[in-house]
């Protein structure tokens, strides 16, 4: 690849806006200013110091953040260089959503808004603005990671050569996982209820399609989806990536100025605005009414789950045929109310769950049973968001234990996977680095970078 060039674009060395202070910099008499430089892109010292608070109030610290912090700038900027090339994009929609779920945690780790303002020494609004940009490069950055690792395989032969020469004891440890079985039962919404949401949606759509009222404002104001700060928008989706009754409405929608009927799904009831159509893909943005329940029958839901978990203690019927027969929960009715695990790295399912990857309502009654005993029945919050009545089962548990070729192959596979996909694109970096103009300040060179050739 031929070298890109440096072009400051008009930024001069040192910026003089304010005093900034610096960890081992301090004596620097400048706010900002111009530390590295790839390709034509700068890294300036408050991209560092930007970096380090964040990580500081993530509670990921770095050890030596002045040498560690502009290194990985520069790497996520040899990303972004691709990304440009493959025209690599991250909708509006998944930033804000994206970045108010990393907010939300903030508050729930440091227990409010001003204890993490303080952290941050920022307002919440300037945390979230500067939360955008890291957000957007940091899903691009993922995108190409993904892309360029998307074809590394192992093979069986390959996994069982890696491990067989390696002591039990440098086998990755896999802890307690369980298999648990479940059969819910979903509260009934009353007539009244359906016909006030109903009546609600219509005035909403009413007001859109004379043009009273901006779609995205109603959803910022009433809708009770994650997407509601984003004006509703969900980001370009393919017909997959929905519910069927959400998506075939969504793709058949044409004019980008009316609004869809009212459209009822698991999860809740919803109105659909047309943004964009792109190839097999369509962004949109809806507005989501839940649908409030009764608090009898909540309790009628568990009288229901009780009575039913005392017939299979009993023996009237097994546990499966009853999951078959009479639970609600469409997704492991067919399967015995075996619950499935959808693994966030490989994206496969898998019976076996580890404790923190249960709904934590479920968690907390499966760790007080024993193998094939029933729980009374709970309310819990399922991976949809709703609320439901549930009895659970546990079928199985799998006790910690270093991995082994028989029990635990899709475990140790991975890890051979993981480790060529880190030297792939090790390589890349590398082959990137010497291919890309670089020059650092020479107060910035002293330091044991992770990979070499940054200094020419």
Not at 240 to 255: G, I, M, R
Not at 395 to 424: F, M, P, S
Request: charged share 30%; net charge neutral.
């Amino acid at each position: 690849m031929a070298k890109y060039l440096l072009t400051l674009r008009g930024l001069t060395a040192a910026l003089i806006l304010a005093l900034l202070p610096l960890h081992g910099y301090a004596q620097k008499n400048i706010v900002d200013e111009v530390i590295w430089v790839v390709g034509d892109e700068p890294i300036l010292l408050s991209d560092v110091e930007e970096m380090r608070i964040s990580s500081e109030l993530a509670g990921q610290p770095f050890t030596n953040p002045y040498c560690v912090i502009p290194e990985q700038i520069a790497i996520r900027k040899l990303f972004l260089h691709q990304a440009a090339i493959d025209s690599v994009s991250v909708s509006e929609g998944d930033v804000i959503r994206g970045v108010d779920d990393r907010i939300n945690q903030f508050i729930n780790d440091y227990g409010s808004r001003e204890a993490v303002e303080q952290a941050a020494q920022k307002t919440i609004p300037q945390l979230r603005a500067s939360l955008k940009k890291q957000y957007r490069e940091e899903s691009m950055v993922e995108q190409v990671r993904s892309t360029l690792t998307s074809k590394v395989a192992a093979t069986p032969a390959e996994v069982r050569d890696f491990f067989k020469n390696m002591p039990e004891d440098s086998l990755p440890f896999i802890p307690t996982q369980v298999e648990v079985q479940i059969i819910t039962s979903q509260p009934k919404v009353t007539r009244e209820e359906v016909e006030r949401i109903e009546e609600r949606l219509r005035e909403f759509a009413s007001s859109v399609n004379k043009g009273e009222a901006d779609f995205s404002t109603l959803a910022k104001l009433y809708s009770e989806d994650g997407s509601a700060r984003a004006g509703g928008e969900l980001g370009y989706s393919g017909r997959n990536q929905w519910v069927p009754e959400f998506a075939n409405v969504a793709f058949s929608l044409n004019d980008p100025k009316k609004v869809s009927k009212i459209v009822r799904t698991e999860f809740g009831y919803h109105l659909i605005q047309l943004i964009d159509k792109r190839g097999d893909k369509v962004n949109v943005r809806h507005i989501l009414l839940k649908p409030q329940i009764e608090e009898s029958e909540f309790e009628k839901g568990i009288a229901r789950l009780d009575s039913i978990a005392d017939d299979i203690r009993q023996g009237h019927f097994s546990f499966e045929a009853a999951a078959a027969m009479l639970s609600d929960d469409k997704d492991t009715r067919n399967n015995h109310g075996l619950m499935a695990n959808l693994e966030a790295r490989t994206r496969s399912l898998t019976s076996r769950f580890q404790m923190k990857d249960l709904p934590q309502d479920v968690a907390k009654v499966v760790d007080t049973l024993q193998v094939g005993q029933i729980s009374k029945a709970f309310r819990m919050t399922n991976f949809k968001g709703q609320t439901v009545c549930a009895v659970v089962r546990l079928k199985n548990r799998i006790e910690g234990h270093h991995a082994n070729i028989t029990e635990d192959y899709q475990v140790l596979a991975d890890k051979v996977i993981d480790k060529r996909r880190e030297e792939k694109l090790t390589k890349w970096i590398q082959d990137k680095i010497n291919a890309t103009y670089v020059r650092i300040n020479p107060d910035w060179r002293n330091c044991d970078f992770l990979y070499k050739n940054w200094v020419k």
